[in-house]
C-alpha cells in the first residue's frame, strides 16, 4: 500500500471518556500509535454542527474548490 491510500480494512479500537480504565488504555493507545478514536465525546447536536464547521473550512480553504456535495473534489487526483 502507498503512503496516500487509506487502509479501509483496519479497524481502530475505540475507548470511552466515561470510563477510567479505558480512558487510561486510550493514553497507552495514543503513545503507543500516535492517535486515538475516543467516543462519546459529543453529542448529536454537538457533532452534526461540528461537521458543519468542518465543511465551512474546507470550502472556505480551498477558495470553493472542495464542495460538500461533490466528492469529484475532494482530492487531487
Known sequence: MSVNQID????SPRFS?????ELNDALV???ENGYVVIGDV???DEINANKELLWKFLEN???SVVKR???????KQ
Do not use: C, G, R
Request: no cysteine.
Open 69 to 75: 456535495d461533490d466528492p469529484e473534489t475532494w482530492s
Open 17 to 21: 471518556v466515561t470510563n477510567e480504565k
Open 42 to 44: 459529543m453529542n448529536q
Open 8 to 11: 479501509y480494512t483496519t479497524t
Open 61 to 63: 480553504a480551498s477558495n
Open 29 to 31: 493507545y495514543l503513545n
